[in-house]
């Protein structure tokens, strides 16, 4: 998966999810000269503080973290913040298609369907229709999201079972998160450099690693 000629799209929910479930695995791919882009479907604010400004410094923030982490492009859908199960199906299969219409992604990364978080949830259902069969997409693989996939109850488990070994890029991982000013948070709270680093440590062991991010395969074709 890392050689040098694919078109990765990493989806996300809400700025910050992408480098929280796969900063390091989005580094590495850049390192191996991958074309990395970043989807970012709501603004992540309205629902707590509608906050126009706000907005505005969170989508700056991503792309710091997006340019911290080598990726070359950050896509916006602006659709309102936990609010997605409330929104039309269509409406957010529509964000991710056009994306990937644009770049036409060899590889997908989304949310796992293990989730408290309802927007989660829906990019995940929609990233499973807009990389259907025949959409040209090769590899769809679900990350963890701390402090929402390890929160869910009511669901099977999150079981992972592609690791990928970013012992050369946790502290890259780590940097890029630290973009994100307005989303960190003191440890032990999973949204902290420390708990990330514990959990990257915890997917190692799993592995046979010293630092490892987990995935779900969803989908491949070969």
Known sequence: ???????????GAHPD???LGAGGTIAKHTDSGDDVH???VTEGTTHQYDD???IEEKKRQAELCADTLGASTVHFGDLPDMKLDQIPHVEVNSVIENVC??????VVYTHSRREVNQDHLAVHESTIVATRPGSGVSTVLAYETPSST??????DGFTPTLFTDIEDYLNLKTDAFN????????YPHPRSSESIRSIAKARGAASGNRAAEAFDVLRAYR
Do not use: H, Q, S, W
Request: aromatic share 8%; net charge negative.
């Open 52 to 54: 126009t400004e706000l």
């Open 17 to 19: 999810d992408e480098v």
């Open 101 to 106: 219409g644009k770049i036409d992604p060899d």
């Open 150 to 155: 390890d929160f869910a109850t009511n669901i």
């Open 179 to 186: 973009c994100y000013e307005t989303e960190i948070r003191k």
């Open 1 to 11: 998966m890392f050689e040098g000629d694919n078109t990765v799209l990493v989806v």
């Open 38 to 40: 970043i989807l970012i």
